[in-house]
């Protein structure tokens, strides 16, 4: 009854907050148009403060862990790989493929994983997971620029991909947390305090927005792509990741930043990559939607399952 507690009470908050969301919208709280720049707000104002503080407030021997970044990246690449090869051979449609591979490889680490993570660690020490947030995120983008570039005819831009990892938001946070921690600079006490409350209120709003993205197409043009990928997600990616992290060893902290990573449901913003680069935007948005509801339930019985387990 333990681990089933401490499970639920890792997952219930997340999913709460995404129906508190989609409530608010439903009531004209929130307009859909206004939520992409909410999103944009939060993603460049209030994530970097959030990865900044969970950098400099951490301890420096386990803020940066290559082994866990080095299996993170590879493991994306792989994940990359074999769904590129999945959509290439029974994906049909051009304009589905680059939005299938997104679903598959690129998870909502950075939103529901990180909550996830905070829920089942009780809000302890989150430094590696914004560091390797901070690598993971820019990969993410990247391959999914060349994704639905090259399923739109076009040729990616090599200087664009590298400018947009320079300047990505989250890099730039965890890099001037990890500045201030190893020169052992010490923010005066109302700017370390309102740096975590900025951080503290960035993974609630969030969520919050996710839930006001909600929206339901037609879902029975495209089932049987959206099932694949609700299955490839949340099941067979995390049971085969989770698996191979375990046999090498990954334990504690190490093993719940990949369980947020691999395990949880697909990026929201891959809906609006989507929809601006030429993808099946219904199916991108069908994708969202059903990975966000289902994780709460398989992100739970994975985090019950290796509880048990004794992973972490």
């Known amino acids: ?56 407030h951490s301890d420096v021997s386990s ?15 792989s994940v990359y790989a074999l769904s590129w090869l999945y959509a290439a051979l029974f994906v049909k449609r ?37 560091v390797c947030a901070a690598a993971i ?6 391959l999914a620029v060349v994704t639905l570039e090259t399923y739109n005819g076009a040729t990616p831009d090599k200087k664009r991909l590298l400018l947009n ?36 209120a960035a993974s609630p709003l969030l969520l919050f927005l996710l839930g006001a993205f909600f929206r339901f ?5 495209h089932f049987r792509e959206l099932l694949a990928v609700c299955a490839g997600c949340l099941v067979i990616v995390p049971g085969v990741m989770l698996a191979i992290a375990a046999l090498l060893g990954f334990r504690g902290i190490e ?24 993808g099946d935007a219904d199916l991108a948005g069908d994708i969202v939607v059903m990975t966000s509801l289902f994780c709460s339930l398989t992100m739970f019985l994975w985090s019950l399952l290796f509880l048990r387990l004794g992973f972490y």
């Open 165 to 200: 990892i320079a300047q990505n938001p989250l890099l730039l946070g965890s890099v001037a947390g990890a500045v201030f921690l190893f020169a052992g600079i010490s923010l005066p006490e109302p700017v370390a305090l309102a740096v975590r409350q900025m951080g503290q």
């Open 137 to 142: 995120v820019p990969l993410f983008n990247v």
């Open 63 to 77: 803020a940066v862990r290559p082994g866990l970044l080095a299996f993170s990246v590879l493991g994306v690449l």
């Open 255 to 278: 093993f719940v930043t990949l369980m947020a990573l691999f395990a949880s449901s697909a990026a929201g913003n891959s809906f609006t990559m989507a929809q601006q680069m030429g």
């Open 94 to 130: 051009r304009d589905r493929r680059g939005v299938v591979i997104q679903g598959l490889y690129r998870s909502n680490f950075l939103i529901i994983g990180l909550s996830f993570a905070e829920g089942l660690t009780g809000g302890g020490d989150l430094g590696c997971i914004s």
């Open 1 to 56: 009854m333990n681990s089933f507690a401490l499970c639920l009470r890792a997952v219930l908050p997340a999913f709460l907050i995404i129906m508190a969301g989609y409530a608010s919208k439903r009531a004209g709280w929130v307009r859909e148009a206004d939520i992409p720049r909410m999103n944009k707000m939060a993603y460049r104002a209030f994530m970097p403060v959030m990865c900044f503080y969970n950098v400099y």
């Open 217 to 221: 197409g037609n879902m029975r043009s």
